[in-house]
């Protein structure tokens, strides 16, 4: 959740612009005077700021300055939202060398736009940042990253460990890609939502698995949403240092397209049984799946919930249950709680 800290002396635009950003899931901070936000600002780094020009103790323009001037500040995208609207002090505000000037009163879309705008602005520039910083420091390793192994190690080594809650999205389908990732403690799926809300699981990450490959081109953006389906520790680093690393590497590059093949083989055969799969062939092929993709030995029991098992099979969750419910009373299967143990992985396999 991006972060935003508003600037504004004026409490009633204050709470109404604060509610507007909340309702679009930004995490929204504010400020009465531009002296206690220039405090807040240096505290809580925000994703981006905006901020009124004429306030009490210290004006927008100083704490513009002001922040400038920190380098912990000074990339944080600003945006002024004043009533001042002659020319000469919107030009005064881009002058100084404000992302944008916003005349009061705002309409909504214009608002969501800037900061929009301004946010995807800020997370190239970084990637940039972060891609020229990386290619300094390591542009000899690149050449020491001949497999799928050493790009794993690659991503231990360098990149940035994200801890993700359960249930989190890590990215959504249609959004921008700019990073590719690796699962290195815990388990991510992919997903594809309908209109009504309504997962399709496509795959299933687990620890030491790559992800994101879906959007490695420029200018794509994610197939699918990545959701992690426990707490989970992630290593992230930037698409552009991974193309620099396959453009380098033939034989790793073929590598990669072996894995998205894999993955698109798993997604056509999951749709077919989909189609014409019997309810019972679904829901066993479904569990063999989950055992084969966790490396569960068939004594182990698989914690996954219902919910999960169903969208993956493509049927009802009260179908599920009740398909469960047979294969356990047939004795195929144990039941306890969200764990299911394979009893008789044969007769499970002759179903499938």
Do not use: W
């Not at 995490?27 to 206690?36: E, H, L, Q, S």
Request: with cysteine; proline share 2%.
């Amino acid at each position: 959740m991006k972060k935003i800290l508003l600037i504004e002396d004026d409490i009633i635009l204050r709470e109404t612009t604060a509610e507007i950003l909340e309702l679009e899931n930004y995490k929204v901070v504010t400020a009465a005077n531009g002296k206690r936000g220039a405090e807040q600002a240096r505290i809580m780094l925000p994703d981006l700021i905006i901020c009124d020009i004429m306030m009490p103790e210290m004006d927008g323009y100083d704490v513009f300055k002001l922040l400038s001037e920190d380098e912990k500040t000074k990339r944080i995208p600003f945006i002024f939202m004043s009533a001042k609207t002659e020319i000469k002090d919107i030009r005064r505000g881009m002058d100084l060398g404000a992302d944008d000037y916003l005349t009061k009163p705002v309409e909504e879309e214009q608002l969501l736009s800037a900061i929009e705008s301004r946010l995807a602005k800020s997370e190239l520039l970084n990637e940039e940042l972060i891609v020229e910083e990386t290619f300094e420091e390591n542009e000899n390793s690149f050449e020491n990253i001949k497999s799928i192994e050493d790009l794993k190690n690659y991503f231990c080594d360098f990149g940035e460990t994200k801890v993700y809650k359960k249930g989190a999205f890590i990215y959504k389908e249609n959004e921008n890609s700019n990073f590719v990732y690796l699962v290195y403690k815990g388990k991510v799926k992919g997903v594809k939502i309908d209109e009504f809300g309504k997962e399709l699981i496509m795959t299933i990450h687990k620890d030491d698995d790559l992800f994101g490959f879906s959007a490695i081109f420029d200018h794509s953006r994610n197939y699918e949403s990545a959701i992690t389906m426990e707490k989970a520790e992630v290593m992230v680093v930037p698409k552009k240092i991974v193309q620099e690393i396959l453009q380098n590497n033939f034989n790793l590059s073929l590598n990669i397209l072996h894995l998205i093949n894999e993955h698109l083989y798993e997604v056509k055969d999951q749709l077919l049984q989909m189609a014409f799969g019997s309810m019972r062939r679904k829901t066993a092929k479904t569990i063999l799946k989950f055992a084969n993709k966790m490396r569960h030995k068939p004594s182990t029991s698989i914690n996954i919930s219902r919910r999960d098992l169903a969208s993956v099979a493509g049927i009802a969750t009260e179908s599920l249950i009740r398909t469960l419910t047979d294969l356990k009373k047939e004795g195929v299967i144990e039941i306890e709680g969200r764990n299911i143990r394979i009893v008789d992985i044969e007769r499970l396999e002759s179903i499938y």
